[in-house]
């Protein structure tokens, strides 16, 4: 499956965004879909995950409240809603696509499919 993230832009301090990861070749069906960040520095992040079966997310608990996931199965996407944005927020932000069992699914390694990555950037 391949995987297009966009949506990245620069924003203000309390602004929002909306990312949008895009599969092609294949269909999400049976995966997990993670959204991850990497700042400059910083190892890669886990910010929140869906597995397309049930739809019920899961988020890291630096962005809970604050930013959602959801996906639209008829065009075979996850959206990552982002709202209240902070400066520490700026990161690449990935999609990517796996199977990892639920203990794992805040894991990197545990995806095996990742799109290019879309940069956001939070002005202060």
């Known amino acids: 499956v391949q995987l297009q993230a966009s949506g990245g832009g620069l924003v203000q301090t309390e602004g929002s965004l909306r990312l949008s990861c895009a599969a092609s070749?294949?269909?999400?069906?049976?995966?997990?879909v993670g959204w991850f960040r990497q700042a400059p520095g910083k190892e890669r992040e886990f910010i929140a995950a869906?597995?397309?079966?049930?739809?019920?997310?899961y988020y890291a608990d630096v962005v809970k409240g604050r930013f959602t996931m959801s996906r639209d199965a008829a065009r075979n996407t996850v959206y990552l809603q982002m709202n209240s944005l902070r400066p520490e927020d700026t990161a690449v932000y990935y999609c990517?696509?796996?199977?990892?069992?639920?203990?794992?699914?805040?894991?990197?390694?545990?995806?095996?499919?990742w799109g290019q990555g879309t940069l956001v950037t939070v002005s202060s």
């Open positions: 070749g294949s269909t999400f069906s049976g995966y997990t």
């Open positions: 869906i597995k397309w079966a049930n739809s019920n997310p």
């Open positions: 990517a696509a796996g199977r990892p069992i639920t203990s794992y699914i805040r894991s990197p390694s545990m995806y095996g499919y």
